[in-house]
């Protein structure tokens, strides 16, 4: 079924981005049409490897949007409901669009929603290569299309940032192409940015850099164009301020939204001069930002100084700047620069950030590290551990070197005097010592030098973790089977029982003896009807605990289902862990009376208000326990 949902989705996408390249390329002869059908022949590929990764499973954040569609789709609001959307609007109407493409099966067939999504965000990546073909060529272009780190994001992750990319690099096309932008061309180029920004952010600082670069002919222009972008990105969240959860939700959640990642380069960098606890200390008079997002703030600005390096690329230095100085880094964040990167693709710095991030997004448990075909990288990782930082190390390194060559080239270059005769601006000495410290080839020698001497260093010590590699590698797997029990349990809270089997089966081929696995094998054949199997794992889970939380869970379950020689069991052996617990007393009492066993059942809730007074279940078990049946009380019957 999945394969067919992907030929669909597949022929479906080709079908749009023939348009798209038709509008975009602009063939005006037979080689142009030729040179539309090898680009199109040539992105099957790309396109494929992302509807396919859509495939192999889902992430938090497909969840995410599966559940901000059904809550549409049902008219609620999801600012007020839920936590798990951080962004604009616009994303999640997109998403219902998608939902309603897919058949509205939402949580209950995430196959055909993940590969709905991965389909429209393989046309935006379609778009954006046929711009770097038109502007850059074809290099460019088919690096964007395969770079592992677009076709991951894309395909298997369902994040959307290349969509407020794109938004944004047409709005700076018009701005670029048309400096003396008439008024109906202006507010387009705002209306674009404004509603990138309404998608997702990334470009909140992009205005004043316009500014700052003096890309206007006229200020009045800066202003109207900063002015329509802030105002369409605060105006959509409009519909959502006159409800109190909603508007509560939308400052908490976007406004005020922290990340779980805090990989930051740049904390990292000046936690080396300041603490960590001062830096956020000293942003305390701030209503919305934290520290680390002022910091951001003011980085960003700082970074304008030398936006003279890159006028005639300041969209591309934005890309990479916004993530040299982001306040938190994840994994999906690695496409924002990916841009940049493929237009100076003849940097090597650049090409060792594009190799990094793709390793790294491989070995992520947030993505494809998370399943078992992939615990070899996560064993690696483990070994030698990588984070977000040591990619984006290397946009800091390319923006420093970019800076030096210019400042070389500004320092060394000659000035024509009053008889035309050319005069070094600057002593000869000095001079030298400029060429020497500021030269291409030395800096990037001695980058490339240290780089070399650190591979060898670890090729030198690997010998040392040789003998933990296999433990290592088994503790990867466990945590694995891990993750996969805990997605297990999450789709069957979803109602998703065949995603849930297809996950603990996983799961149970990598580690059969997890308790956590096997607590959720059970609940999971016990809620669709296959008791046997699921007593069985019940047993073996209880066989394998470590502590009292998988039988108290387990003991829960049984008891739901009317298990209560199996619930009992589970009580008991949590008791063993905390003898005096109230409520494994009263929960195990619980079952000897719906099994008959008054007596034991009656000692059992006393015990349990002995520790716990004020217990109000033990109460209630006890006089309903002690209540006679007859006539008047229906329910002991």
Known sequence: MSLWIVAGALIATVGCAWAVAALVLKPREAAGRRRKLMFLALMLPAIGLRLYTATLGNNYDMISWAIVSDLLRHGQSFYAITHRYNYGPVWAYILRGLDFLSGEKGISDMVAFHVCVSAFLSLVDMVIASFLLRSHGPVPALIYMFCPVSVLISGYHGQFENFAVLLALLSWRLVQQRKDLSTPWLLAAAGLMGLSLAVKHVFFLFPVWLAFAGQ???????????????????????????????????????????????????????????????????????????????????????????????????????????????????????????????????????????????????????????????????????????????????????????????????????????????????????????????????????????????????????????????????????????????????????????????????????????????????????????????????????????????????????????????????????????????????????CYMALGLTQEAEALFQKALAVDPSLPGARRNLDLLRTPVNESNPARK
């Open 216 to 590: 206007w002919r006229r200020k009045t222009d800066a202003l109207v164009f900063a002015g329509i972008s802030y105002a369409i990105f605060c105006f959509s969240f409009l519909p959502w301020m006159f409800d109190r959860a909603s508007r509560a939700g939308v400052l908490a959640h976007v406004f005020g939204y922290g990340s779980a990642e805090q990989d930051s380069l740049l904390r990292s960098l000046v936690s080396l001069v300041v603490p960590p606890t001062a830096i956020d200390a000293s942003f305390w008079w701030s209503p919305i930002f934290s520290g680390s997002q002022s910091w951001f703030v003011l980085a960003m600005l700082g970074m304008m100084v030398p936006v003279t390096v890159f006028r005639k690329s300041l969209f591309h230095y934005y890309l990479l700047a916004v993530l040299v100085c982001s306040p938190a880094l994840a994994e999906h964040y690695f496409v924002i620069p990916l841009i940049a990167c493929c237009v100076f693709y003849r940097s090597v710095w650049l090409w060792i950030y594009m190799a990094l991030a793709s390793f790294i997004i491989l070995s992520s448990r947030f993505e494809l590290g998370s399943l078992p075909a992939f615990a070899g990288i996560r064993t690696f990782t483990a070994i030698y551990p990588l984070d977000c930082r040591h990619a984006v190390f290397w946009l800091l390194v390319f923006i420093g070197t970019r800076c030096a060559v210019w400042l070389r080239r500004a320092i060394l270059s000659p000035t024509r005097g009053k008889e035309g005769a050319e005069s070094a601006c600057i002593d000869s000495r000095v001079r030298r010592v400029a060429n020497l410290c500021l030269a291409r080839t030395w800096f990037s020698t001695g980058i490339l030098l240290a780089t070399i001497i650190l591979l060898v260093a670890h090729a030198l010590t690997y010998p040392l973790y040789r003998s933990d590699r296999i433990k290592t590698r088994e503790a990867v797997l466990r945590q694995i089977a891990e993750e996969q029990g805990a997605a297990a349990m999450e789709y069957l809270r979803m109602g998703d029982n065949k995603a849930a089997m297809n996950s603990v089966g996983q799961a149970l081929s990598i580690n059969a003896r997890s308790p956590t696995v096997l607590a959720a094998a059970a609940g999971i054949h016990l809620s669709v009807g296959e008791v046997d199997k699921g007593l069985v794992f019940v047993k073996e889970a209880l066989s394998y605990a470590t502590d009292r939380q998988i039988p108290l869970d387990l003991g829960a379950l049984c008891y739901r289902r009317g298990n209560y020689r199996e619930a009992a069991q589970c009580f008991e052996q949590a008791l063993r862990w905390a003898p005096a617990d109230a409520n494994s007393l009263n929960n195990l009492g619980a």
